[in-house]
């Protein structure tokens, strides 16, 4: 049986599984390129974030999938950097001495900086962000993503706020099938994922609330 739930705290082995997971489901992501120790290290890091929401879906001890959400993004950067930043840079600096790797870090940041209108900020704005969610392939459609985001919307709402940003690239088709699956508002487009087109949702909590699961 699958259990959603909220944590305040990972595990080595269970921050592992995360970076495993968002390096396996999200291969071209700009953070995937940064490599597994940071990735363990952010999600760490997030997981006691007061201003962080991280929901899992676990079978067992095996977790089938997580979503990431932040209240307030830059903060939230902030915070890691001053708290991990040293040890993460570490971590990634580990993985930027593969050619191959560093190659695909400045290409992703040059093409954000030479994306059309919206960018970086305006995704990254003072409203909540869905950071990341992901569903194991061999979990997927069976209602994973859409019971997380409910628990998502439960924590939202605690804190009082009424709306979500997710921002995904036209790469990621599913995921995009999956935002206007929930009710999402399609609020334009922009190039923040460096790889082309990235579709920019604004997600009502309250639909999230209302909605079947
Ligand atoms: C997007 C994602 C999280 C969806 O998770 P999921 O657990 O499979 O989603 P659900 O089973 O809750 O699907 C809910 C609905 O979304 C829509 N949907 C989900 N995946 C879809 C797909 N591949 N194609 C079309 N519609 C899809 C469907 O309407 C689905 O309802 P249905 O199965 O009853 O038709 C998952 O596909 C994933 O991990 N994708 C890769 C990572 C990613 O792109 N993350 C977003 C980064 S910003």
Known sequence: MVMVQ???????????????LHKRVIREG????LGIPFLTQMYRAFAVD???????A????????FTCTAIDLPQTYRRFMLKRGVAAAAAA???????ASLRRV?????????????????????QPVLMNLCVDP??????????????TALWLAENAKEVLVAVTGESQRPAVEFYRHLGAIEQGTSNVHGDGRSHRFIIRVATLLDAQS
């Open 50 to 56: 007061p201003g962080v929401c991280l929901i899992v």
């Open 138 to 151: 061999a979990e997927q459609r069976k209602g994973l993503g859409r019971m997380m985001m409910k628990e």
């Open 6 to 20: 909220r944590m305040n705290h990972l595990t080595a082995s269970e921050a592992r599984q995360i970076a495993d």
């Open 58 to 65: 676990q079978h067992g001890d095996r977790i089938a999938g």
């Open 30 to 33: 700009f953070l995937t390129h």
């Open 106 to 126: 400045i290409e992703t940041l040059r093409a954000a900086r030479v994306g059309d209108n919206t960018k970086v900020a305006e995704a990254q704005d003072r």
């Open 93 to 99: 600096a580990r993985t930027l001495l593969k050619p």
